[in-house]
């Protein structure tokens, strides 16, 4: 085979590659999200409904693929978070105390599960928008600034630290 021929060869094949992540998260039984990343321009100037402080953490990269609880895909790439309170669909701007770096983030999925002192388990991209992938938590400020449909079943009041 001459350059030409194996160059084409990889680039079809990192292409049957990329194009295949999506039908295998279908296959499973799941969908991606059809729903956009918030646009952090829509929200400026907006007060919060709510502000949380706490830490956040972020998802291991090996959940990626695995359904959300709202029936997502988890995909590492996409502005999303968990909260074990907050409604599916919530959109979050999460502050880093010690920088001030932001993020704004949709809600779907339930967590985290560990410290009672995290409040959002964050996704990857997330994180890095965050600066925080090599310390993996921070101190942060979270303002709601949108909150989600509620769903019929309610598991408990919103977590400590809240501020009407």
Sequence with gaps: MNVHAIATCTLLALAAVGCGTGSAMRAQGGHGSSTPDPDPSAYDGREPAVVLNGQVSYYSDSLAGNHTANGEIYDPERLTAASRDLPFGSIVRVIRRDT?????????????????????????????????????????????????????????????????
């Design 100 to 164: 001030g770096a932001r993020v704004v983030v949709r809600i779907n999925d339930r967590g985290p599960f560990g410290s009672r002192r995290r409040i959002l388990d964050l996704s990857r991209a997330a994180a890095r928008e965050l600066g925080m992938l090599k310390r993996g938590v921070a101190e942060v400020r979270a303002e709601v600034l949108k909150l989600g449909k509620p769903t019929k079943k309610r598991r408990r009041p919103y977590a400590d630290g809240l501020r009407h």
